[in-house]
Each structure stands twice: as structure tokens, then as C-alpha cells.
């Protein structure tokens, strides 16, 4: 089984702290471990190990940050999640010290990301926060550019939620703008994830933003792309034809097979022909699968198996999904469905047994 990421903060790495620190070791350690150690999810730790630091430093915050800044420059080539804990003490002891904790975040970004500090000076200094991430959007350090797009999504993954953001996500689009185009992926990859956080709550104005950006630049069109995921996989007409992805009247489905039962832990096999009398073109070819829950209802999945620009008129399809036990997902005995859609239009749906 693989290691569990709260592990992270083991021995080694808080010994490595406290020497780059020059604190008590021993001391550091017995605060550090203490009794609830254990029983602290990584988060929890993170925060845990950044509250004992700061009784191990001065009480002014600017000494104590310079302290933080030497420590860090010594361990960020070697420890980039668990280096976090270097912006969650900004995050817990620099709120009231804006200038310094910007400071701060942008050099801990640069081996370890800010994303979730920034978002507390976001919600205690909107107007200056969005405008200094303006800035950061222009520097040389892709590090840096990629925090002004990455602390600001509405709904990033382990982080608060930035419920004005939700509603009106105008100051993000500001930022988007100027790092559509970047050179770097790693920037362009978290402006994707960006635009597909807000078209979960603005999905008009997602569309609109795909509509003015898409046909300009290979990686700006597949930027638009991974940034209209969940778009493509509701199968809104309009985002799917904006792809390419028509309507497919010349499409058909045949031979349709699935196993009618699977066990608990195993592979459900299906397969299935698309056919055309004409090539069958730009198509998306996905699956869902609609999970029996506890309470008898159905929730639907939606998995992509290809898409492409196929100039031949026949296509063999088989594929398999497992079953076996996930964290993110609890199964449940009885009929579960499985449909098959091609950009966007369910053609056909069978019922299996999971036993």
C-alpha cells in the first residue's frame, strides 16, 4: 500500500527543519510529535507544525520571516509539499502584515505553492490581493505567474471556496487574460483549470470567453479545451460544437454488447461498431455509467474513451471498467446502467447486475 502523503511529515523532515532553522532540535520534536500527532490528517499537521514554529521564532513578524526565508532557500529543491507549512504560518501569523506576507508568498511559491495561503488576504484584502496578482501575472518566474492564476480559482480542490468569485468571477478574467498564451504549460495548465472552476457556476460566461479565445493558437485552443471539461462532458451542445463536435447524424451504433453481471471487484467488459457511410469525422466517444446509490436513486458518471478525426467509415470500440474498491467512490449492489454517447448524444443504454 502505497504511503499515506500526511507521512511526509516524518522525522527526517522535521530534523531537516530544525536544522536549517538552527532551533532546539529536540525540543521542536517532543512539540512536534506530541500526543494527537497521530491522529492529524495532513492538513492538520501542516498546520500544527506551522503553529509550533512560531513559538520557536521572534514574536516580530518580519524577523520571523526573514528566519522562515534563509530556512526555506536551504530545503525547497527537496520538499515541495511539505514545505507548505513555510505560507501557512503567513496564513496564520501575516494577515495583518500584508506588504511582508507578499512578499513572503511570492518567494515560498517559487518551491512550494502559496495557492492556499493567498486565498485569506484575497477574502481580508480583495481590491489589494487581486491587484498584486496582477503583478505576479507579468513576472519572470513561472512560479510566480502560475500563483496568480491558481490562488484565485473559485472552487480550488482542498482550499475555501471564493464565493464572490463564484458569482462574479470579472477580476479572475482580468488575470486569465494575460496568461492565456504563456509560454510555460505548467501556467496554462492552472488557467484550464480556472475557466473549468468558474463554468461550474458561470458557464454563459465560459462559453463566451471560448467563443472570443478558440481558433487562434493550438495551445490556447487546448488550453480552451481541458478548461471546458466539464462542459464537454454535460454535453452542452453549444461548448461541443464550438469544438467541432456536431451533431453525429451520419453515426450509427451497432452490436452493442455488454456482460449482463459483474462481481464486486472485477471488470465490466463491454463493446460496441460505429459505422457511417461516409467517414465518420471529428467524433467524441464516451461512456456513463449510472451508479445505483444507497438510497435507490442513480448518479451518473461520464468517461471518455477517445476522440479524434477518423476518416475511416467503421470503428470496433471495447473497453472494460473495474470495479474494484476506490476512496472516492462506494459501490452498491443491484442494476446499475450503461450508456454509450457520441458527441454529446446518447445512443443506446443497457442494464447490468452488480453482485
Not at 50 to 63: G, R
Not at 239 to 254: A, M, S, T, W
Not at 305 to 319: A, P, R, W
Amino acid at each position: 500500500m502505497a504511503a499515506l502523503l500526511k507521512e511526509l511529515y516524518n522525522l527526517e523532515y522535521i530534523t531537516t527543519l530544525s536544522d536549517a532553522l538552527h532551533i532546539d532540535a529536540e525540543a521542536f520534536q517532543a512539540k512536534v510529535f506530541d500526543r494527537e500527532w497521530n491522529q492529524r490528517e495532513l492538513k492538520q499537521r501542516m498546520r500544527h507544525i506551522a503553529t509550533v514554529l512560531y513559538s520557536f521564532l521572534p514574536s516580530d513578524y518580519s524577523q520571523a520571516i526573514s528566519i522562515l526565508k534563509n530556512a526555506f532557500s536551504k530545503l525547497k529543491h527537496s520538499y515541495a509539499l511539505q514545505n507548505m507549512i513555510f505560507q501557512d504560518f503567513v496564513e496564520v501569523y501575516g494577515l495583518n502584515d500584508f506588504e511582508i506576507s507578499m512578499d513572503a508568498l511570492k518567494e515560498f511559491t517559487k518551491g512550494s505553492s502559496s495557492e492556499f495561503a493567498i486565498r485569506q488576504f484575497i477574502l481580508k484584502y480583495p481590491q489589494a490581493t487581486m491587484a498584486q496578482m496582477q503583478i505576479w501575472a507579468k513576472s519572470d518566474n513561472h512560479h510566480v505567474r502560475r500563483l496568480a492564476s491558481e490562488g484565485c480559482r473559485p472552487r480550488l480542490p482542498w482550499a475555501i471556496a471564493l464565493h464572490q468569485f463564484k458569482e462574479n468571477p470579472h477580476e479572475i478574467l482580468l488575470i486569465l487574460e494575460m496568461l492565456k498564451d504563456d509560454s510555460s504549460s505548467y501556467v496554462r495548465k492552472s488557467v484550464a483549470n480556472n475557466i473549468n472552476d468558474i463554468s461550474k457556476d458561470n458557464p454563459l460566461i465560459v462559453k463566451e470567453l471560448t467563443k472570443s479565445w478558440i481558433g487562434r493558437d493550438k495551445n490556447r485552443d487546448a488550453l480552451l479545451k481541458h478548461g471546458c471539461r466539464t462542459l464537454l462532458k454535460s454535453s452542452d451542445r453549444e461548448i461541443l460544437n464550438l469544438f467541432g463536435f456536431n451533431e453525429p447524424d451520419r453515426v450509427q451504433l451497432e452490436n452493442f454488447q455488454i456482460s449482463p453481471s459483474v462481481k464486486m471487484g472485477e471488470e465490466l467488459a463491454f463493446s460496441f461498431s460505429l459505422n457511417s457511410e461516409k467517414s465518420l469525422g471529428k467524433i467524441r466517444v464516451e461512456y456513463a455509467i449510472d451508479f445505483l446509490r444507497q438510497n435507490e436513486k442513480y448518479n451518473s458518471k461520464v468517461f471518455k474513451i477517445s476522440e479524434g478525426v477518423f476518416n475511416q467509415n467503421e470503428k470496433f470500440i471495447s473497453k472494460k471498467y473495474s470495479f474494484k474498491p476506490i476512496t472516492t467512490r462506494v459501490y452498491y449492489k443491484g442494476h446499475h446502467k450503461l450508456s454509450i454517447i457520441i458527441n454529446g448524444v446518447k445512443f443506446t443504454q443497457k442494464t447490468f447486475q452488480l453482485v
